[in-house]
């Protein structure tokens, strides 16, 4: 039953070939015996998983039907589930039961998934391999030897790992993408504000943004209808309808113009992973899509801009994690003062920290302009490069990643190197346009995944693009060894 996707489980339980109730004891009872090797979970939540498939059941019993009813998932651990620890992956919420639902799991809930657990991931989702998690690294179900990407880092590894059929993630600079491409799977970020944020513990407000992690495009469909739309809590969220992303899947790819940037294929990329985005090209061509080259000239620009931009707004965003109202308190302080700096200091950890100073050192008086400023300022004309391509090309084609997955611990003494990383993922976010990985073959038994780029609210197009490359490919078919 683990190989099942979302729509196939949407079949079964249809057809009443099993409950939900069945479906998610046997995922649990996987859980238990695999997930040690892989520390995906932060929580696994059996007796909410077990209550929410039984009333599936039933609903669907009384007749109801729905393609996510009794479907099992899993939560990145920094959207607030009600009465679950949500811990953000950091000891400063080691003890942070959420007192409600975000938007993002309250709609999920009400149409019937089943929550299995807690994903683990990148201390309030920073990183891009899942290290900084204070509840220990993730590993790659690949090559338990190497990174599963991050910071959805728990989330790719438990869907990759056929632990769950499918899972929440959050992106602000790749860390949906960047985990699907390092784990074999499609993982989508959406437009900016086409899903709502309440309930989502903040990292980058101008950059976070919720999204699926599956194991096709028709599964990331599936969950992204049930996570998208207007949510009047998020002053961001943008009320426009929601496109029919299932019905988009099946539109025929005649006449798409796909753009290939030159930035995206020059030094720094692995020429294997070149060659794999390349094949996907040559494949989309017999589908009937033209190419065409184009340029992005500021991409060169975006990880000075993002490492500032991020930085900043996390400085702001995490000043309420003080040890006054909830999650870690130090011992005995000595007064107000001590209470602050040392929960602080004892509660985040290295990277948090590092990402605090740097924020704040950007925001303050004197260096706001050279900083913060002149990054916003990079923003926008990264945006304009994207406008400006979208009246040539329909969507933008490269790789995910510069690299496969690197080995646990080797980017850990360098956080510049890591950063280097992020740089075919981070546009979009700065742009707040939706980004697809996709998987694109193996290099020397490790993933590639390849991105497609779209413009606002065009997920549909991502989608649509990506399930007809997997109607003609088996990429994403590929399970790893022992799972
Ligand atoms: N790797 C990037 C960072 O560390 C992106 C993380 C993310 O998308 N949450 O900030």
């Known amino acids: 039953m683990h190989r099942l996707t979302l729509a196939e489980i949407a079949r079964g339980l249809a057809a009443k070939e099993f ?10 009872a996987r859980i238990q015996r695999l997930d040690p090797q892989l520390n995906s979970f932060i929580s696994v939540t059996p007796e909410l998983a077990l209550s929410q498939a039984k009333a599936a059941d039933a609903r669907r019993a009384a007749g109801e039907t729905g393609a996510l009813l009794g479907a099992p998932i899993g939560h990145k651990d920094l959207f607030c589930t009600e009465g679950v620890l949500t811990s953000c992956g950091s000891k400063i919420l080691h003890n942070f039961k959420a007192p409600y639902d975000a938007t993002v799991v309250a709609r999920l809930k009400a149409a019937g998934t089943v929550t299995l657990g807690k994903l683990n991931m990148d201390e309030f989702a920073m990183g891009s391999s899942n290290e900084s998690s204070h509840y220990g690294a993730v590993k790659n179900p690949w090559d338990p030897q190497r990174v599963p990407g991050g910071s959805s880092g728990g989330s790719a590894a438990a869907v990759a790992a056929r632990l769950l059929p499918a899972a929440t993630g959050t992106d602000t600079g790749g860390s949906i993408r960047q985990p699907a491409a390092f784990t074999n799977l499609t993982g989508i970020k959406p437009t900016y504000g086409r899903v709502s944020r309440w309930g989502m513990i903040a990292y980058a407000s101008s950059l976070d943004q919720g999204g699926p992690l599956a194991r096709s495009a028709e599964d990331c469909a599936l969950l992204l209808g049930g996570m998208a739309g207007f949510d009047p809590k998020d002053s961001t969220c943008v009320d426009q309808p929601v496109d029919d992303y299932l019905a988009a899947l099946q539109r025929p790819l005649s006449g798409l113009r796909v753009g290939l940037p030159k930035e995206y294929f ?13 094949a996907v090209v040559e494949v989309l061509k017999t ?12 991409m060169q620009h975006a990880i000075p801009a993002y490492y500032v931009i991020a930085p900043a707004e996390a400085s702001s965003n995490l000043s309420r994690f003080d040890g006054v109202r909830f999650g870690y308190r130090c011992e005995n302080p000595h007064n107000l003062e001590d209470l602050y700096k040392r929960s602080r200091s004892e509660g985040f950890g290295a990277e948090v920290q590092r990402r605090i100073m740097v924020g704040t050192y950007a925001l303050s008086a004197g260096y706001y302009d050279a900083y913060y400023l002149k990054a916003q300022k990079i923003r926008r004309l990264i945006k304009n490069d994207f406008v400006a391509a979208f009246a040539e090309v329909d969507v933008i084609l490269g790789p995910t990643t510069p690299n496969p997955a690197w080995k646990l611990g080797e980017k850990n003494d360098d956080p510049v190197a890591q950063y280097l990383e992020d740089i075919y993922t981070i546009t979009a976010n700065l742009a707040g346009i939706p980004g697809l990985s996709m998987p694109a073959g193996f290099v020397d038994g490790l993933p590639v995944g390849v991105q497609l780029l779209a413009p606002y609210f065009q997920e549909g197009r991502l989608l649509n693009v990506a399930h007809q490359y997997q109607l003609a490919s088996d990429w994403h078919t590929q399970a790893p060894a022992g799972f």
Do not use: M, W
Request: proline share 3%; glycine share 12%.
């Open 19 to 28: 409950s939900a109730e069945e479906l998610t004891g046997a995922l649990l």
């Open 266 to 278: 020059g030094a720094g990329l692995d020429a294997r992973i070149a060659d794999a985005t390349l």
């Open 287 to 298: 589908l009937g899509a033209t190419v065409k080259d184009i340029s992005l000239p500021n």
